[in-house]
Each structure stands twice: as structure tokens, then as C-alpha cells.
């Protein structure tokens, strides 16, 4: 899953361990220009 904050992405995951127990990591990264006009031209073109 990815989420905005601001001016920052984050790409959220998942995992379980050997015990059952779900646990949550998040990366964040600033995109680049370039990462961020193609997002926008890809979400144009949704409804």
C-alpha cells in the first residue's frame, strides 16, 4: 500500500512472523519530479 503525507510517499508492508503476529513497516521516500509528473499523468487519466 502507498500513502501520501505532505510531500512525502510512503510504501507500507505487511508480515507475519512464525507466532502468528502481524507486524506493520513503513518506508518513506521523497520522490523525484519526474516520479511525481508520472503519477499525476497516470491518475488523469482514471475516473
Known amino acids: ?8 510517499y510512503a510504501t507500507v508492508l505487511r ?4 507466532n502468528g503476529n502481524i507486524k506493520y513497516v ?3 521516500i521523497k520522490p523525484s ?3 511525481i ?3 499525476e ?4 487519466t482514471l475516473d
Do not use: F, P
Not at 500500500?1 to 512525502?8: E, H, L, N, Q
Not at 499523468?41 to 488523469?44: E, G, I, P, T
Open 37 to 39: 509528473k508520472k503519477a
Open 1 to 8: 500500500m502507498r500513502v501520501k503525507a505532505g510531500d512525502i
Open 33 to 35: 519530479r519526474e516520479d
Open 41 to 44: 499523468a497516470l491518475y488523469a
Open 26 to 28: 513503513s518506508i518513506r
Open 15 to 18: 508480515s507475519t512472523d512464525k
